[in-house]
């Protein structure tokens, strides 16, 4: 049987604290994915949830994709996803989810606001309402995320030495399977 060991990154700690209570890995580490320094190198790297998107200039969409390069085995694989331009600016609405989390009841009502101000960026107003067994609490987020043309995605591999493999179109989002491509 393989055996999978993985390490788990986010520059966040209090987002560290949360996988470690619901996510079975060995090693967490605080850190920011443009700043990507290990010791050891990887059969494959996952940037997950669109985290990429949080990145919102070229310099550090091209200072995460060099780090992953550098954290990689040679043909490793590189798996992430993105916000996709067309899919997100066509359908511009504000919008609103309810999530139950262990005994939590989350309503998330989300504001969206254009931003453009270093790519395709947009501002994301999230308030959240939890009812927490019926103590209520409320907190507002503010989060600016980047949106990519596909062609913007492929320059950017192109330019950091990938080789795409699979790009998976769906809705709002491209996810993007490459292989890291030898000098
Ligand atoms: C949409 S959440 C995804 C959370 C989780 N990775 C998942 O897949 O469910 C995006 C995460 O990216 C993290 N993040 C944002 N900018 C980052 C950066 N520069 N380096 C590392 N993590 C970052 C945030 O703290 C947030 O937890």
């Known amino acids: ?4 060991y993985s390490t788990l990154a986010n520059i ?5 604290e949360i996988a470690r209570i619901e996510v079975n890995t060995e090693k967490f580490i605080q850190g920011d994915m443009r700043d990507l320094t290990f010791h050891n190198q990887f059969d494959s790297v996952m940037i997950t949830g669109r985290s990429i998107s949080y990145v919102t200039d070229n310099r550090g969409i091209i200072d995460t994709l ?5 954290s990689l ?3 490793g694989l590189f798996v992430f996803g ?4 067309n899919g997100i600016f066509d359908n511009f609405d504000d919008f609103e ?6 005994n939590k009841k989350i309503r998330r009502i989300s504001t969206m606001k254009l931003n453009l101000a270093t790519g395709w960026t947009y501002d994301w107003i999230a308030k959240y309402i939890i009812d927490d ?9 503010l989060t600016t ?7 913007e995605i492929m320059f950017f591999l192109k330019l950091t030495g990938f080789k795409i493999e699979e790009m998976i179109e769906e809705n709002k989002t491209i996810t993007i399977i490459t292989k890291k491509q030898l000098a």
């Open 97 to 102: 989810k309810n999530i139950q989390h262990n």
């Open 66 to 70: 060099k780090g992953v390069h550098k």
């Open 145 to 151: 995320l980047r949106a990519f043309t596909k062609d």
């Open 82 to 85: 993105v916000f996709e331009v």
């Open 133 to 141: 067994g019926g103590k209520i609490f409320e907190f507002d987020d």
């Open 73 to 75: 085995k040679d043909n």
């Open 1 to 4: 049987m393989t055996q999978l």
């Open 12 to 16: 966040y700690h209090e987002m560290l």
